[in-house]
């Protein structure tokens, strides 16, 4: 099954499965972009600005995937595997990669994770097996 990770441009930009989804990638950017993916700028500026909080943004956000992308199916075929989507926030800070995230999953049942390095990852991996053992 084909795997696309979300992630920052601090941990993944130089990768050549990068594609940005921000309404500005950073200048030293050199990979692809998938635009109808971003928020638009005017949306991203009302939130800087302190004029929109974070459940309108949401909801704008979302009409503005479903506005754009009629087949959500459709544009995950054709991201490449092993693809990660990227944004500015830490993998923390809440942000539109993860509206997106989930609008996707609602919209197709296709889970996208943020990605992990190998010691996130076996963090993860051990508090899996905890909570697995917790629930018995």
Same mark, same amino acid.
């Given at each position: 099954?084909? @795997?696309?990770y979300?992630s920052?441009?601090a941990? @993944?930009?130089?990768? /050549? @499965?990068?594609l940005?989804?921000?309404?500005w990638?950073p /200048?030293?950017y050199?990979?692809? +972009?998938?635009n ?7 949306l ?5 600005? +302190? ?5 309108e ?7 503005l995937?479903?506005?754009?992308i009629?087949d959500?199916q459709?544009?995950?075929d054709?991201?490449?595997? +092993?693809?990660? =989507?990227?944004?500015?926030? @830490?993998v923390?800070?809440t ?26 990852q076996?963090?993860a991996?051990k ?8 629930? =018995?």
């Open positions: 099954m084909k @795997k696309i979300t920052n441009f941990r @993944k930009g130089t990768d /050549p @499965k990068a940005a989804i921000s309404a990638p /200048p030293w050199q990979g692809k +972009g998938l109808m993916l971003a928020p638009t700028r005017a991203v500026l009302a939130v800087i600005k +302190g004029e929109m909080d974070l459940e943004y949401t909801e704008r956000y979302i009409a995937l479903e506005e754009r009629p959500p459709a544009v995950l054709d991201i490449p595997d +092993g693809s990660f =989507l990227l944004c500015y926030e @830490k923390t800070d942000c539109h990669r993860h509206i997106l995230r989930d609008w996707i999953f609602k919209k197709t049942g296709v889970q996208i994770e943020e990605w992990k390095n190998e010691k996130e076996l963090e991996d508090q899996g097996i905890v909570d697995s053992l917790l629930e =018995l």
